[in-house]
């Protein structure tokens, strides 16, 4: 049989069993407590006064969610009888839940993603406001600080809302995640152009940056209130990853600074990592797939990052404090 029509039915028979899941509350021989319904099939949930608060609501998938998660478990099985490997639903990979999680790997890896980003920028800090000299006026000497601040804000930032998606995909957090990633995305290249070159002078950054500030707004602002084009979106995010790999690249092999080594590093890793986004491939035992060995391959990056980063500022300390004298 032709596989588009293979796949043409499996995702018949998956809108029909949702259908009917939405209409009667069961999957089969499975009911669900929370699809109430009336002798008229109106729903019998209530006004928004009379149900749960919003945090005993995350801890139950709502009638729809469950409708497709058991539906999908049917027609896997059905898939995995016939010997057929596992099917896109909604444009996701099936999942298995564990402990209320939908993708528990992704979420946990997150976490420590932010985790991560949070040391990273706690010890850059300390180091920049207890272990270095200052100006007469208490600010840094390192002329990129507030640029590494907003960083590690967006970055962590986007690692949570990371986790909350996977951990729950709805609308709202499907769109705070790719919002946040793209915002993260188009800070880094940002940040990659004004480090790389040397820019210091504000009148510069601000030339550099509005260009850049004025493409991921309106890429953010057309995913959120026109269409959220997964394909068009990917394309958006690998261009400036790996643009922004090419700038700290370019530099690293003319710059003599002490620790090109980590941005060596950081550079090859994350070019193999962005591998894993572009090469996707089904969850095993329901679980690992391609996105969650990324997040995995991120946190030792995370870590060299950041330790590139104090280096800098280290670096460059020292450099304006030799030229003062």
């Known amino acids: 049989m032709n ?29 669900f407590l929370h699809c109430k319904f009336s002798s008229d099939s109106s729903s019998l949930d209530g006004p928004w006064y009379m149900q749960e608060p919003l945090y005993l ?9 469950d409708c497709r998660y058991h539906c999908m478990l049917d027609r896997e099985k059905e898939r995995a009888e016939l010997g057929h490997g596992p099917f896109k639903y909604h444009g996701k990979w099936p999942f298995r839940r564990l402990y ?11 976490a420590l993603n932010l985790a991560m980003h949070f040391h990273g920028w706690l010890s850059f800090f300390i180091l920049l406001y207890y272990k270095l000299p200052l100006k007469p006026d208490k600010r840094p000497c390192y002329d990129y600080t507030g640029l590494w601040h907003i960083y590690g804000f967006l970055s962590m930032n986007s690692w949570f809302w990371s986790a909350v998606f996977h951990s729950r995909d709805v609308d709202l957090t499907e769109k705070l995640d790719y919002s946040s990633a793209v915002a993260l995305l188009g800070y880094s290249l940002l940040l990659a152009i004004v480090r790389s ?26 995913l959120n209130n026109y269409k959220m084009d997964y394909g068009w979106n990917m394309k958006v995010c690998v261009v400036m990853g790996v643009t922004q790999l090419l700038v700290w690249a370019m530099w690293a092999g003319v710059t003599r600074h002490p620790s090109r080594w980590k941005l060596w590093s950081v550079v090859v890793g994350g070019g193999l990592a962005m591998l894993l986004e572009i090469y996707d491939f089904p969850p095993y035992e329901g679980l690992v797939d391609a996105h969650a060995l990324w997040h995995a391959t991120t946190i030792p990056l995370t870590y060299v990052w950041w330790s590139f980063i104090k280096d800098d500022v280290e670096y460059r300390t020292s450099s304006l404090l030799k030229k003062v004298k």
């Open 57 to 65: 609501q995350w801890k139950q998938w709502d009638c729809q969610s």
């Open 100 to 110: 209320g999680f939908q993708e528990p790997v992704s979420v946990g890896l997150s």
């Open 3 to 31: 596989f588009d029509l293979v796949k043409l039915r499996y995702s018949i028979n998956f809108r029909d069993c949702v259908g009917q899941c939405e209409k009667t509350g069961c999957v089969g021989e499975r009911c």
């Open 197 to 222: 070159f040397s820019v210091r002078n504000e009148a510069a950054r601000v030339m550099v940056a509005a260009p850049l500030v004025a493409f991921t707004t309106t890429h953010i602002l057309y």
